[in-house]
């Protein structure tokens, strides 16, 4: 438990170097924006990509159980996330960020981290493999969560295309044809331009978080709600009901970790992207990312 707490901690020190940065003036405006284009179009696609470059592939009868889970697990999250922010969210302006902070955590970013602490290394494959779903519903359904106006959505077909969305591709031919041993002149570039995705992504949202007032740092009873169901609520509930079915149990206690993640960089970055406010996902982010030092070790009490 304390690696994890370790882990945790290291993460929002990142995020606090982005403040510190902004109120020197290295960072904010332009930068973010660009820098959000280049992890979300090259960094963060490699590092998908960069994950399933293993020394070695597991037992291929576990892939398309792991696929089977990590799909299934994101059919119930858009059902839960598209439903609950009506209840607690009052303005239909921003109901469509909660729905993206409901559904998807940050999986790439610091779920695999804590899966190794947690499980061990060998776990960061299956957590690949589970976080294919997330891969390929974040860029297909979050872009729709963060542009939805009024309750209004609009889906973007080119997302299907899109860089990160083609990486999930290349990842799962990659898995399904067993390929050990990828050159290292291929996997080591990938990797390195994918290790820019983490400090990149948590120096964004420090800086962004310094652009915003005290008071809205704090957030709102919404935030607070979404932060509950975020990290405890929901992933318990995904957890009793794999158990239910019969999931696996490494399996499901892996895939429990990977929702009980904190909200998705990518919200922050999809913001600055498509030009929405960004404060209440920044706030979201930064609240449960700090609440996810307490509350992922609590999960993990579940098995």
Known sequence: ???????????????????????????????????SN?????????????????????????IIPLLAVGFATYIVLFGISWLLPRYFVKRDDVRGMYSFMLMFGNVGFIGYPVVASIFGHEAVFYASLLNVPNTLFIFAVGTVFVLGQKGRMRFNTATLYCPGMIASYISIIIVAMGWEQVPSVVSKPLRLLGNITVPGALLVIGSSMAQIGRHHVLGSPSTYVMASLRLLAIPA???????????????????????????????????????????????????????????????????
């Open 38 to 62: 280049f992890i979300i179009n090259v960094s963060c696609p490699c590092l998908i990509v960069a994950s399933v470059m293993g020394d070695t592939v597991p037992d291929r009868g576990m």
């Open 237 to 303: 509930a995904v957890f009793f009901l794999s158990l239910a079915v019969g999931v696996d149990d490494k399996i499901n206690a892996i895939n429990t970790v990977l929702i009980g993640m904190p909200v998705a960089s990518y919200g922050t970055m999809f913001c600055l992207k498509y030009g929405r406010d960004e404060t209440d996902m920044v706030r979201g982010t930064l609240i449960t990312t700090i609440l996810s030092v307490v509350t992922i070790p609590l999960l993990t009490l579940l098995f």
């Open 1 to 35: 438990m304390d690696n994890i707490i370790s882990q945790m901690v290291i993460l929002l020190l990142l995020v606090a170097a982005g403040f510190i940065t902004n109120k020197f003036g290295l960072t904010g405006g332009d930068f973010d924006r660009k820098l």
